[in-house]
């Protein structure tokens, strides 16, 4: 994986601000941090730990023995609610349809980061917030404590009729 990272660090690359978004979100007391993630957890640590995020106080889960996406996610808010049981909300931060579909299923809410521009791509399945970076932090606080589950495409939502 080092070796590959010499060849070609595109893949390692941040998205703009997230470390920094990590980074204060993990200094406020409101919050609490994990991540979930479809990947095995060895290599995420290590494109973690290569884009210098503070990986020892976050509790990571990746795909290592999951079957489904939901397991994965479910885990990473188990191992939070341990330590911090009175958790009543929790908000994904993803970039894939995965992550909507998956969110959808568990009713959890979303917020969408799509670094490539294409936006498009997770509003078309019913995310309202979706982002291209981190860069503008307050927007992307207003963004976590409106969202909501995904809403079904063409932006009906779970558990809602529309009259």
Do not use: N
Not at 40 to 69: C, N, Q, S, Y
């Amino acid at each position: 994986m080092a070796r590959k990272r010499k060849i070609d660090a595109r893949p390692y690359r941040e998205v703009p601000f997230a470390r920094t978004t990590v980074e204060r979100l993990l200094a406020d007391p409101s919050f609490e941090v994990a991540i979930a993630t479809g990947g095995w957890r060895e290599p995420a640590l290590f494109k973690l730990r290569h884009l210098l995020f503070p990986v020892e106080a976050i509790p990571l889960v990746g795909a290592d023995h999951k079957h489904t996406r939901e397991a994965i996610l479910q885990e990473a808010v188990e191992l939070v609610r341990k330590t911090e049981p009175q958790i009543t909300r929790t908000v994904y931060i993803g970039d894939a349809l995965w992550d909507v579909r998956t969110t959808r299923q568990l009713e959890m809410s979303f917020v969408g980061i799509r670094v490539r521009g294409d936006v498009e791509l997770l509003q078309c399945e019913g995310v309202r917030h979706v982002f291209t970076d981190f860069s503008d932090y307050d927007r992307f606080l207003e963004a976590v404590h409106r969202a909501g589950p995904p809403g079904l495409p063409g932006g009906e939502i779970p558990g809602y009729k529309v009259f």
